[in-house]
């Protein structure tokens, strides 16, 4: 059974960094394109970032610069470390299996709250 | 830049009835690289369908795409109780950026 835990979320003040872990049981992040995607409160979805089974690594420009996409093979984990934090960075974020593109499984999220 | 628009914004209809959901893009969508998602409240989303026309592995066949170039179709046959929802669109052609639509809500009438 696919299942991602995301975790890491939390209150963080403007300029500040968080880094967001998502563990995954029932396929393995080396061999799979692996996805983060946002969600601010009471709006649409908003694709961050993938990084390929190949290490290869792609982000939305809103977050080019700032965030890095990761995974740690031997934990089966992916991570996102988010730096510089702006008040547009809240949103619960979801990590989620990337078939080419289409995302098929998620997990159910970890909320981030950036404010002062 | 690419972008999804979806219409309408919201959908009010009745059980039983039939939903035509809209995406249209700013450009055409390689090779049908788009999706459909469906989110409820509280909860993430789900993939419904892929390739544009391809259902996901459960959906149910009430549920249908369509659409090339730069518009595409959700459509959904007869609605059940548990179809109310905000649903949303996605390219995946360019595969170094994706793009997700504003979403459209279906409620119920």
Partial sequence: ?116 | EFVLTQSPGTLSLSPGERATLSCRASQSVSSSYLAWYQQKPGQAPRLLIYGASSRATGIPDRFSGSGSGTDFTLTISRLEPEDFAVYYCQQYGSTTQYTFGQGTKLEIK
């Fill in chain 1, 1 to 116: 059974e696919v299942q991602l835990v995301e975790s890491g979320g939390g209150l963080i003040q403007p300029g500040g960094s968080l880094r967001l872990s998502c563990a995954v049981s029932g396929f393995s992040v080396s061999h799979n394109y692996v996805s983060w995607v946002r969600q601010a409160p009471g709006k649409g979805l908003e694709w961050v970032s993938v990084i390929y089974s190949g290490d290869r690594t792609y982000y939305a420009d809103s977050v080019k610069g700032r965030f890095i996409i990761s995974r740690e093979n031997s934990k089966n984990t992916l991570y996102l470390q988010m730096n510089d934090l702006r008040v547009e960075d809240t949103a619960v974020y979801y990590c989620a299996r990337d078939l080419m593109g289409m995302i098929d499984f998620w997990g159910q999220g970890t909320l981030v709250t950036v404010s002062s």
